[in-house]
Structure formats: C-alpha cells, structure tokens
C-alpha cells in the first residue's frame, strides 16, 4: 500500500467534480426520460442508435459493442423494449445465427416525441454551460479515458493488491 | 418540437463520448470496490467523507448534502455500513434532534485497505490518461455542470413539452 500514489489537490478536486456532476446528470437523465415515455437511459440509447440505422436495424451484437453493454444486458433491454412494441428481433438475412435489432413505427414515434426533452436536460446541466474549446476538450478527455478501458481486460485492477485477500 | 436545439456534430461526439466514458468508468470503479472490500461506490464515499472529519464524525443532514445523495438513500446506506459495523449513529450533542453519522475503527481500517485500489482505477482509466490542463479543465467542466443542477429545482424540465402528455 505504501506505494499508492494518492490524488493530488487538484486531482481529487476534478475526480470530486466529476463524481458529484455525474450523478446528478444521471439523475437529472433519468428523470426526464421516465416523465417523458417511461424510458431508461440505457432504453433511450438502444432506440437512438437503431434510428441511425438504414432501416433502423442492427445485429444485436454489433448494437451491444455500439452501447458498450454485455450481451446479455442488451438481451433484457430489448425485452423490455419488445413488450412494450419499440423493438422487434427478426433474423439476420446474410448470416443465419444472427438477430437483427429493429426499430418499429413506435419506437420511432417514441424516440420523436422524447428526444427534445433529452437534449433539453443535455443542453441546460451540460453543454450549454460550456465553451465551444471546453466541449472539445471534454470529447478528449472522455474518448481517452474510454479507449484506455476498452483497451484493458475486464475485472478488478489487481497489481496494487496485497497479498492476502482482504475477505 | 421544432424549436429544438439539437445537438451538432461536436457537442454530440462530446456527449456520447462523455456517457460511454462514464458507464465504462462507473463499472470499473464498482467492480474494484466489490472484489476489495464489497463495498458500493456510494458506501465508499460515505467512509471516505467521514474520514476527512475531526473524529471521523458528521451530521447526517450535512453528509447528505456534501455526498449530494437524498436523506431517505443516506440513511438506506447508513445502515448496510451500520450492520457491517463499519460506521454507527449517535445523538448529535449539540442539537437534540441532531444524528451523527461516525466511522469506526473496522471502518477507517476497511476505507485503507480500499482505497488503493480505488486510487488506481480512478489514475488507471482517467486522471493518468489527462495532462494537467485537461485535468484542470474536467474540473472547471463539472463545477459548472453541477453547479447548474444544484441551483435547478429537481424533477423533469418542463419547458418544452407539447401541450398533451404522451401518456
């Protein structure tokens, strides 16, 4: 332990910053989508990423590393989605083993009517307080900071730990 | 809905990097904490805030405001921490209606062991990845971002939705 190299002032004060504004942002998030159509974030995302499809379609697997989810948390997302008539599965035309995602006329319809109120929390608690430079900034900070954890294996950091487990 | 203000090209990349970069950290940090010490990442910061008190000790009002969390979710947490023993309550001395939240020794030794780990996630998969001036900029980014949300009142925004509720 004596080598962990602590935060220092100003690195804990950002780390601080940043936990504090992303729990409220998410909250602030979640909050708006319920209101608006009962939707989570993880749901909302599913149907904006289908709506940027030709056809508003996507294999499931290729759509769960677009949203960086497992696969079985897309499984169960789509579930829900389905039950409610925003989604469909259907197979995959070029390759027998896979599922297509689609998006339905409700499912757009539903995306249509809750996408202003989405951008409208985006923009009031986040953007909008920004510089055009501190934006860029942010897509740095935040793309570095994604490909380092996409780049790394899955599962708790385990060269710090000490020897014995501590139970 | 024409009003809307969408988002352009680089606000959007900033945006989505921003929310893949979070849910990836957030993982990360959860995951460290739960094989070093099962502990949430909330339960984490509640240890950690008591620990920078004289006497590892705080009102439980004052906890909930500096952790930004709601009473009824502190004292939810509270108690998993209480029954693990890890903090206690007591009467506040000098407010009768006052309860202290107050870490205990098995507390300050689980919040040691725990914490380098968390350090080297939160270096591993961000503040390492960012220069000085990036780190600097995240912070002013999110003292803004919350700042904005603290003096919001809570709920969904409500200006832009259309006169009828989409049910």
Chains 1, 2 share one sequence.
């Not at 409700?106 to 923009?123: D, I, Q």
């Not at 793309?143 to 710090?160: D, E, I, Q, V």
Request: overall charge positive.
């Amino acid at each position: 332990m004596s080598d962990t190299k602590w935060l220092n002032e100003s690195e804990m004060a950002a780390w601080m910053a940043y936990v504090a504004a992303t729990h409220l942002l998410e909250r602030r998030v979640e909050d708006q989508l319920k209101a608006d159509s009962g939707l989570t974030h993880a749901q909302y995302e599913i149907l904006a990423k289908l709506s940027q499809q030709p056809g508003g379609q996507l294999r499931m697997t290729e759509l769960a590393n677009r949203l960086i989810v497992s696969k079985s948390g897309l499984t169960y997302q789509i579930g829900q989605l389905e039950r409610r008539g925003l989604v469909t599965r259907a197979a995959c035309p070029s390759d027998e083993r896979g599922v297509l995602a689609v998006l339905t006329e409700e499912g757009m319809r539903c995306l249509e009517r809750t996408a202003p109120g989405h951008v409208a929390v985006v923009r009031a608690f986040l953007i909008d307080r920004l510089t055009p430079e501190e934006v860029e900034t942010m897509r740095q900070i935040m793309t570095k900071a994604a490909a380092a954890m996409k780049a790394a294996p899955a599962g708790p950091l385990r060269a710090h730990r000490p020897g014995k487990s501590p139970g």
